[in-house]
């Protein structure tokens, strides 16, 4: 195990590194960079200031060589690519994820200033996911072919095929706007600090209830299904006639038998649906939702080419896929012994 455990840790290295390669080069072809877009701002009329260190310019004049030379200077431009990247290496090793372009911030500040918004969209639906899946697939596998199946396969279905961001927008619309029952942004209310702790509780997930709802309606689907046919694959097996013919308990030989069995497919989708709940699909959802997050943050720092917050939100998205990934792998055993990493 230790063994094992050792060389996947080992693994990630490399794994990282061709990432933050492949990203490091494309993002050296985008036209519109850091420069480019100070520049522009300075050039826009009187009156404009450029973000950044300070540095302004005013009129639309034209910048000499020596001023350029300080813009890339304080962006970091004046080295070459590949004394950018090891240079970038170095910091990441120690966990260094460097400083904002555009915001005078470390990265991981603002890592740390928007995980909870994340963390709140991100748990939640994880957690109402498989709680609602998993009991509907094994309700589903026990009754395969009724009129139940049916149904549910066709809810199932239909709330799958409803884009998170379309059914938001609904819910903006019907229960935000027209019924105002819930509010239109924000995880809480600018009252915050002066309720008592139950009022913030209740603030916090009167505030939480639309995007979740949005994220969770379709994230639920495809782990709904695989546990229907792992439960269906299992229940045919020999052991489950056996156990029954023992006399066991129906419910006991669905829980104790086929559940631990059924688990693994169940399991192996765990690393997909975790990081997915935090970060796929939550980038719409944060925005029309008004809510400032880890996805909100990617998407403006893709758009204003604030390469140090690109990098840094890329490596550590990677760095918590690749762990959680070996701990899904871990779980292997835990779940089914026979599992050898030999």
Request: glycine letters at 10%; one cysteine or more.
């Amino acid at each position: 195990m230790f063994t094992y455990i050792l060389k996947r840790l080992l693994l990630m290295v490399p794994t990282l590194l061709g990432v933050l390669l492949i990203t490091f080069a494309v993002v050296q072809f985008v036209p519109g960079g850091p420069v480019e877009q100070y520049l522009a701002e300075a050039k826009a009329g009187p009156g404009t200031s450029a973000e950044g260190g300070g540095l302004s310019y005013r009129g639309g004049q034209g910048v000499d060589p020596k001023r350029l030379a300080q813009i890339k200077a304080l962006y970091g431009f004046d080295k070459p690519a590949h004394e950018r990247f090891f240079q970038m290496l170095g910091q990441f090793a120690r966990f260094d994820l460097g400083k904002s372009f555009f915001q005078n911030k470390d990265v991981s500040q603002l890592l740390w200033e928007k995980l909870p918004v994340s963390i709140s969209l991100g748990m939640w639906t994880f957690f109402i996911s498989y709680l609602i899946a998993v009991p509907l697939g094994v309700a589903k596998a026990v009754r395969a072919g009724s009129r139940f199946d049916f149904v549910t396969t066709l809810l199932v279905l239909f709330g799958y095929a409803i884009p998170g961001f379309v059914l938001g927008v609904a819910l903006l619309v019907i229960f935000g706007g027209q019924l105002q029952w819930f509010p239109l942004r924000g995880l809480t209310s600018s009252n915050w600090d002066e309720l008592s702790w139950g009022a913030r509780i209740v603030d916090y997930l009167w505030h939480i209830a639309m995007p979740v709802t949005a994220m969770v309606l379709g994230s639920f689907a495809v782990t709904a299904m695989l546990t229907k046919n792992a439960f269906l694959e299992e229940i045919r097996k020999q052991y489950v006639v056996t156990a029954r013919a023992k006399g066991l308990d129906e419910r006991h030989v669905l829980w104790k038998h086929v559940f631990r069995n059924a688990l693994i497919p169940i399991v192996t989708g765990f690393p997909a649906a975790f990081i997915g709940a935090f970060f796929t699909g939550a980038l719409l959802i944060e925005t029309l939702f008004s809510l400032d997050g880890l996805g909100l943050l990617s998407y403006e720092s893709v758009i204003r080419r604030d390469y140090p917050v690109v990098m840094g939100t890329l490596f550590f998205f990677t760095l918590i896929g690749l762990v959680t990934k070996l701990i899904s792998d871990l779980c292997y055993v835990w779940v089914d012994p026979r599992v050898k990493f030999d």
